[in-house]
């Protein structure tokens, strides 16, 4: 896609593709500021996600053919949407929204999207990226001013994820749930969910419950090398598998350290 601001909300429809703007032919970093779909003029405010990346079935979890690569995504408000484990109607993925698919987000500038809606719904939740009942990866990305009533940054719903070398900064949880402000993560997958090489810093929980950094729910998750720093009311709320981070205030595990990182 050429750069430009697109007011649009992207929808995958299944499709294998890759979508990207020019930053993929030559790794231009000035392609990702300048080519931006901005989600703040939906045709139904109740589908308000910048990117949906759904599929209906949940045989297309292998599937990791769809890739969204080197865009600004900001003001999307999320999608109502039903919770497949039974939980009830939500309000998710301010910026995207992933739903039995695999895809890989790339190279992207994830910012200022706010799913705070909630009217009709239980919560509100992913403000930047929402993935449920996959294995996405996340890399190279920058997570930032994004805001939900839990998960500001990410949330992980029954999905597998490989999340490495993002900056998810300053985005912010509402409390509930345990708050998340930088990754929200409930129940296992059946493919691993690592969190690796990530600078997770200044997130926001408001809530004394919970987390700022992560809020690791009923979940097996491997955090290693990586910096959790300034997050607001506790770095890490769980049980993560830690090794080879820079926690402040620390965290049991192999190589951790708590030395200012900044």
């Not at 301010?94 to 698919?101: E, P, T, V, W």
Request: hydrophobic letters at 35%; one cysteine or more; proline letters at 3%.
């Amino acid at each position: 896609m050429a750069p430009d601001v697109y007011y649009e909300n992207i929808h995958f429809r299944e499709k294998g593709i890759v979508v990207a703007s020019h930053y993929i032919l030559d790794n231009n970093n000035a392609y990702i500021d300048s080519t931006v779909i901005n989600g703040s003029n939906p045709s139904n405010p109740d589908t308000a996600s910048c990117v949906l990346i759904v599929s209906d079935s949940a045989y297309t979890t292998e599937d990791t053919s769809a890739a969204l690569i080197g865009f600004t995504i900001t003001q999307g408000a999320g999608t109502k949407w039903q919770d497949e484990h039974g939980a009830g109607l939500y309000r998710e993925g301010g910026g995207i929204l992933i739903q039995y698919l695999s895809p890989r987000i790339r190279n992207n500038i994830i910012v200022n999207n706010q799913v705070t809606n909630t009217q009709g719904v239980t919560s509100t939740g992913g403000g930047g990226i929402r993935c449920g009942d996959g294995n996405l990866s996340i890399i190279n990305n920058i997570i930032v001013l994004n805001s939900a009533l839990y998960g500001g940054g990410i949330v992980l719903n029954y999905t597998g994820a490989l999340i490495k070398n993002n900056i998810i900064a300053y985005d912010s949880a509402g409390g509930a749930y345990g708050g998340g402000g930088g990754i929200w993560a409930y129940a296992n997958a059946p493919s691993p969910r690592i969190i690796e090489n990530n600078v997770i810093a200044y997130n926001y929980n408001s809530s004394a419950y919970g987390a700022g950094g992560l809020r690791i729910w009923s979940s097996s998750v491997t955090l290693r090398n990586n910096i959790i720093w300034g997050n607001i009311n506790n770095q890490i709320y769980g049980s993560p598998t830690v090794t080879y981070c820079n926690v402040q205030g620390g965290w049991t595990g192999e190589g951790n350290i708590d030395t200012l990182p900044f």
